[in-house]
Protein backbone atom coordinates (compact mmCIF):
# COMPACT_ATOMS: atom_id res chain seq x y z
CA UNK A 1 0.00 0.00 0.00
CA UNK A 2 0.97 2.95 -0.43
CA UNK A 3 0.41 6.68 1.43
CA UNK A 4 1.35 9.97 1.68
CA UNK A 5 -0.75 11.62 4.62
CA UNK A 6 -2.61 10.33 7.70
CA UNK A 7 -3.16 7.09 6.13
CA UNK A 8 -6.89 7.00 7.62
CA UNK A 9 -7.43 4.92 4.19
CA UNK A 10 -4.67 2.58 5.22
CA UNK A 11 -5.88 2.22 8.74
CA UNK A 12 -9.42 1.08 7.53
CA UNK A 13 -7.78 -1.51 4.90
CA UNK A 14 -5.37 -2.69 7.60
CA UNK A 15 -8.18 -3.58 10.49
CA UNK A 16 -10.49 -5.24 7.84
CA UNK A 17 -7.49 -7.65 6.92
CA UNK A 18 -7.66 -8.79 10.46
CA UNK A 19 -10.80 -10.17 10.09
CA UNK A 20 -10.50 -13.85 9.75
CA UNK A 21 -12.40 -14.26 6.22
CA UNK A 22 -10.15 -11.78 4.64
CA UNK A 23 -8.59 -12.98 1.34
CA UNK A 24 -5.65 -10.10 1.13
CA UNK A 25 -3.16 -9.32 4.14
CA UNK A 26 -1.04 -5.66 4.25
CA UNK A 27 2.72 -6.84 3.29
CA UNK A 28 3.95 -2.98 2.92
CA UNK A 29 3.17 0.56 3.64
CA UNK A 30 5.42 2.71 1.80
CA UNK A 31 5.68 6.57 1.50
CA UNK A 32 6.98 9.10 -0.14
CA UNK A 33 6.45 11.14 2.80
CA UNK A 34 9.11 10.12 5.35
CA UNK A 35 6.68 11.67 8.51
CA UNK A 36 3.58 10.88 6.66
CA UNK A 37 1.30 9.88 9.95
CA UNK A 38 0.34 6.65 8.76
CA UNK A 39 3.51 5.30 8.34
CA UNK A 40 3.74 5.57 12.56
CA UNK A 41 0.12 3.35 12.88
CA UNK A 42 1.63 1.30 10.21
CA UNK A 43 4.66 0.30 11.83
CA UNK A 44 3.19 -0.19 15.58
CA UNK A 45 0.69 -2.60 14.15
CA UNK A 46 3.47 -4.68 13.13
CA UNK A 47 3.14 -3.90 8.96
CA UNK A 48 6.95 -4.03 7.27
CA UNK A 49 7.26 0.10 6.35
CA UNK A 50 9.25 2.18 4.09
CA UNK A 51 9.70 5.59 3.74
CA UNK A 52 11.97 7.83 0.87
CA UNK A 53 11.29 11.52 -0.15
CA UNK A 54 10.81 11.17 -3.48
CA UNK A 55 12.81 14.86 -4.26
CA UNK A 56 15.87 15.27 -6.49
CA UNK A 57 14.65 11.76 -8.01
CA UNK A 58 13.54 11.39 -11.74
CA UNK A 59 9.78 9.75 -11.15
CA UNK A 60 10.42 6.63 -12.73
CA UNK A 61 14.09 6.21 -10.67
CA UNK A 62 11.57 6.51 -7.42
CA UNK A 63 8.70 4.44 -8.57
CA UNK A 64 11.31 1.76 -9.56
CA UNK A 65 12.46 1.52 -5.75
CA UNK A 66 8.93 1.83 -4.75
CA UNK A 67 8.51 -1.46 -6.74
CA UNK A 68 11.51 -3.38 -6.05
CA UNK A 69 10.01 -2.77 -1.80
CA UNK A 70 6.94 -3.98 -3.09
CA UNK A 71 8.78 -6.80 -5.09
CA UNK A 72 10.86 -7.55 -1.84
CA UNK A 73 7.62 -7.93 0.02
CA UNK A 74 5.40 -10.40 -2.18
CA UNK A 75 3.24 -7.50 -3.09
CA UNK A 76 0.80 -8.97 -5.45
CA UNK A 77 -1.61 -5.49 -5.92
CA UNK A 78 -0.89 -2.29 -4.82
CA UNK A 79 -3.54 0.32 -3.29
CA UNK A 80 -2.74 3.83 -3.36
CA UNK A 81 -4.40 5.49 -0.56
CA UNK A 82 -3.87 9.02 0.11
CA UNK A 83 -0.69 8.36 -2.36
CA UNK A 84 -0.31 12.37 -3.30
CA UNK A 85 2.31 11.51 -6.58
CA UNK A 86 1.26 10.84 -10.12
CA UNK A 87 3.13 7.11 -11.07
CA UNK A 88 5.12 6.91 -14.09
CA UNK A 89 4.12 4.99 -16.99
CA UNK A 90 6.29 2.11 -16.45
CA UNK A 91 4.89 1.75 -12.87
CA UNK A 92 0.92 1.42 -13.71
CA UNK A 93 1.94 -0.73 -17.25
CA UNK A 94 3.46 -3.47 -14.63
CA UNK A 95 0.54 -3.11 -12.19
CA UNK A 96 -2.17 -2.84 -14.25
CA UNK A 97 -4.93 -4.18 -13.06
CA UNK A 98 -3.68 -4.64 -10.01
CA UNK A 99 -3.50 -1.11 -8.54
CA UNK A 100 -6.23 0.53 -6.88
CA UNK A 101 -6.71 4.24 -6.19
CA UNK A 102 -9.43 5.84 -3.81
CA UNK A 103 -11.02 9.29 -4.77
CA UNK A 104 -12.99 11.00 -2.57
CA UNK A 105 -15.84 11.78 -5.45
CA UNK A 106 -18.33 10.06 -7.55
CA UNK A 107 -15.84 9.79 -10.98
CA UNK A 108 -15.75 11.00 -13.03
CA UNK A 109 -16.80 13.90 -11.56
CA UNK A 110 -14.17 16.03 -9.76
CA UNK A 111 -11.14 14.86 -10.43
CA UNK A 112 -7.66 16.29 -9.06
CA UNK A 113 -8.07 18.25 -6.12
CA UNK A 114 -9.54 20.11 -4.02
CA UNK A 115 -13.08 18.41 -4.83
CA UNK A 116 -15.33 18.88 -1.81
CA UNK A 117 -14.73 22.66 -2.24
CA UNK A 118 -15.86 22.08 -6.35
CA UNK A 119 -18.71 19.82 -5.24
CA UNK A 120 -19.98 22.60 -2.67
CA UNK A 121 -18.98 25.53 -5.48
CA UNK A 122 -21.22 23.60 -7.94
CA UNK A 123 -24.41 23.38 -5.29
CA UNK A 124 -24.33 19.62 -5.77
CA UNK A 125 -26.79 17.47 -3.07
CA UNK A 126 -24.47 14.56 -3.30
CA UNK A 127 -21.51 13.64 -3.67
CA UNK A 128 -19.24 10.36 -2.66
CA UNK A 129 -16.30 8.64 -3.47
CA UNK A 130 -15.10 5.64 -5.43
CA UNK A 131 -12.58 3.47 -5.88
CA UNK A 132 -10.93 2.62 -9.27
CA UNK A 133 -7.98 0.58 -11.23
CA UNK A 134 -5.20 3.07 -11.64
CA UNK A 135 -4.49 3.69 -15.48
CA UNK A 136 -1.71 6.41 -16.77
CA UNK A 137 -4.50 9.24 -16.87
CA UNK A 138 -5.17 10.96 -13.46
CA UNK A 139 -8.35 9.39 -11.65
CA UNK A 140 -9.75 7.76 -14.63
CA UNK A 141 -9.54 4.49 -14.28
CA UNK A 142 -12.25 1.64 -14.68
CA UNK A 143 -14.67 1.67 -11.36
CA UNK A 144 -14.90 -0.74 -9.30
CA UNK A 145 -17.52 0.89 -6.63
CA UNK A 146 -18.48 4.20 -5.39
CA UNK A 147 -20.80 5.22 -1.98
CA UNK A 148 -23.01 8.04 -2.58
CA UNK A 149 -22.57 10.60 0.31
CA UNK A 150 -25.36 13.44 0.90
CA UNK A 151 -24.10 16.90 1.01
CA UNK A 152 -25.86 18.72 4.02
CA UNK A 153 -27.32 22.34 4.54
CA UNK A 154 -24.12 23.61 6.06
CA UNK A 155 -21.81 21.61 4.96
CA UNK A 156 -18.06 22.95 4.87
CA UNK A 157 -15.31 21.67 2.82
CA UNK A 158 -13.97 20.05 6.44
CA UNK A 159 -17.73 18.34 7.65
CA UNK A 160 -18.55 17.25 3.95
CA UNK A 161 -14.51 15.75 3.50
CA UNK A 162 -15.14 14.04 7.19
CA UNK A 163 -18.18 12.00 6.17
CA UNK A 164 -16.96 10.97 2.83
CA UNK A 165 -14.05 9.94 4.62
CA UNK A 166 -16.17 7.56 6.83
CA UNK A 167 -17.80 5.96 3.30
CA UNK A 168 -14.74 5.30 2.02
CA UNK A 169 -13.60 3.37 4.96
CA UNK A 170 -16.72 0.99 4.29
CA UNK A 171 -15.86 1.07 0.32
CA UNK A 172 -12.11 0.06 0.04
CA UNK A 173 -11.65 -2.97 2.20
CA UNK A 174 -14.94 -4.21 0.64
CA UNK A 175 -13.64 -3.76 -3.32
CA UNK A 176 -10.22 -5.04 -2.29
CA UNK A 177 -11.59 -8.09 -1.05
CA UNK A 178 -13.77 -8.54 -4.14
CA UNK A 179 -10.39 -7.83 -6.34
CA UNK A 180 -8.23 -10.34 -4.63
CA UNK A 181 -10.90 -12.87 -4.36
CA UNK A 182 -11.68 -12.91 -7.89
CA UNK A 183 -8.25 -13.07 -9.06
CA UNK A 184 -7.97 -15.95 -6.22
CA UNK A 185 -10.94 -17.91 -8.06
CA UNK A 186 -9.67 -17.13 -11.44
CA UNK A 187 -6.02 -18.19 -10.56
CA UNK A 188 -7.97 -21.51 -8.93
CA UNK A 189 -9.74 -21.96 -12.03
CA UNK A 190 -7.23 -21.82 -14.37
CA UNK A 191 -5.44 -23.94 -12.59
CA UNK A 192 -7.74 -26.96 -12.68
CA UNK A 193 -8.11 -26.36 -16.33
CA UNK A 194 -4.34 -27.01 -16.59
CA UNK A 195 -4.50 -30.20 -14.39
CA UNK A 196 -7.54 -31.09 -16.50
CA UNK A 197 -5.59 -30.87 -19.73
CA UNK A 198 -2.79 -33.19 -18.56
C1 LIG B 1 -8.74 10.31 0.78
O1 LIG B 1 -9.80 11.23 0.80
C2 LIG B 1 -8.61 9.69 -0.57
O2 LIG B 1 -9.81 9.58 -1.26
C3 LIG B 1 -7.68 10.63 -1.30
O3 LIG B 1 -6.77 11.06 -0.32
C4 LIG B 1 -7.39 11.01 0.96
C5 LIG B 1 -6.48 10.24 1.86
O4 LIG B 1 -6.90 10.27 3.20
N1 LIG B 1 -7.06 10.00 -2.42
P1 LIG B 1 -6.25 9.30 4.26
O5 LIG B 1 -4.74 9.59 4.26
O6 LIG B 1 -6.54 7.90 3.87
O7 LIG B 1 -6.87 9.69 5.55
Given amino acids: MLISGRGSNMAALLYASQAPDCPYEIVLVASNVPDAPGLVLAA ?3 VPVFARAHTGMKRAEFDAVIDAE ?3 RGAEFVALAGYMRLLSDGFVAKWAGRCLNIHP ?3 PAHKGLDVHEAVLAAGETVTGCTVHLVTPALDDGPILGQVRVAVLPGDTAETLADRVHYAEHQLYPRVLADLVSAADSTAA ?3 RVRSLAL
Avoid: M, N
Fill in 44 to 46: AEG
Fill in 105 to 107: SLL
Fill in 189 to 191: WLE
Fill in 70 to 72: LER
